[in-house]
């Protein structure tokens, strides 16, 4: 399950440390469980100490930042990333320069908070400049037109920012997932949150679940039948799924009649594949307005990503005046 950590905060004020994240760091994929591959060589450049002072002191005079709580280690990652990095922005300067003149754009402010919460992980200077640099890259690059059902979404219908997630109801990473989800909805509600089926070869009982699910939709239920799957995840079975059908107040003998005229298999494949064209090869996988989201899962990196979002489309596909 996640964890919520109390007391972390890269930013001061306002305090937005408070994080939920998937411990485990590993995502179901559609061979099997799929580790994430992170760069495991470490570059540690003299530009950082050629700025003229050690790491802490460095990390200390960046106005509106508090990254006191990292460890030693950490704040020397953060500020090669820092001093390696250009502004977010576009200016012509290091990230620890524009931060140090205390007019950043908030996207520049995100990504720095970001990469804190990365150094505070382990994680080395070079993974986490590669992991910004393509998530940058998302902006710009080619966007996926997910078709999305309204009966399958939270959220106001005209809102500027969509995110589309892709879960299996049998992989336990989706399920972890759900109380960040759940965090996202509330706070951000004016972003519209849509679920799509994306049943693995690998979990017996997926399609049978993805079939309940969008039973379920056609009958008003499908928020309450996913939480039910979820719910009995790992008790899933083909007499479970039945029972769970009558359970939330459905037809059983509707439900095997339309399982036995395979009625959605055809739409589940459509799902499936509309993720495969957009990148999908794990789930959960999150996009934001047909951006996939590059980062590793955690609520503060989906808040991260319908922020930039919004500023994104403020901008009219620039930083500018953000």
Partial sequence: MGIREKGRSFTSPPRVGTTIRIVARRFCTTKALLALVFVTSAALGPVAFAQGGEPARLLSELPGFDFSRLSAAAKKELVNVLTDEFDACGRPLT?????????????????????????????????????????????????????????????????????????????????????????????????????????????????????????????????TMSAALFDNQTALSEGMIRQLVKKVGLDEKAFDKAVAEKKYVDELNASKEAGKAGGVDSTPSVFVNGRKVTLLFSLETMLLAVDDEHDWLSGNSSWNGN
């Fill in 95 to 223: 990230l620890m320069a524009s931060l140090k003149k205390g007019d950043a754009c908030k996207h520049t402010r995100r990504l720095v908070g970001y990469a804190a919460f990365q150094a505070s992980e382990g994680s080395a200077a070079t993974e986490i400049l590669n992991g910004l640099a393509k998530y940058t890259q998302t902006f710009s690059g080619k966007r996926t037109k997910l078709p999305v059902d309204e009966r399958q979404c939270v959220g106001p219908r005209d809102a500027k920012v969509t995110l589309v997630e892709f879960s299996d109801f049998e992989c336990p990473y989706c399920n972890a997932a759900r109380p960040m989800i759940d965090e996202l909805i509330k706070a951000r509600p004016q972003v519209r949150v849509c679920f799509a089926t994306f049943p693995l070869a690998v979990h017996p009982n997926s399609t049978l679940a993805g079939q309940a699910a969008l039973f379920a939709r056609d009958n008003g239920k499908f928020l």
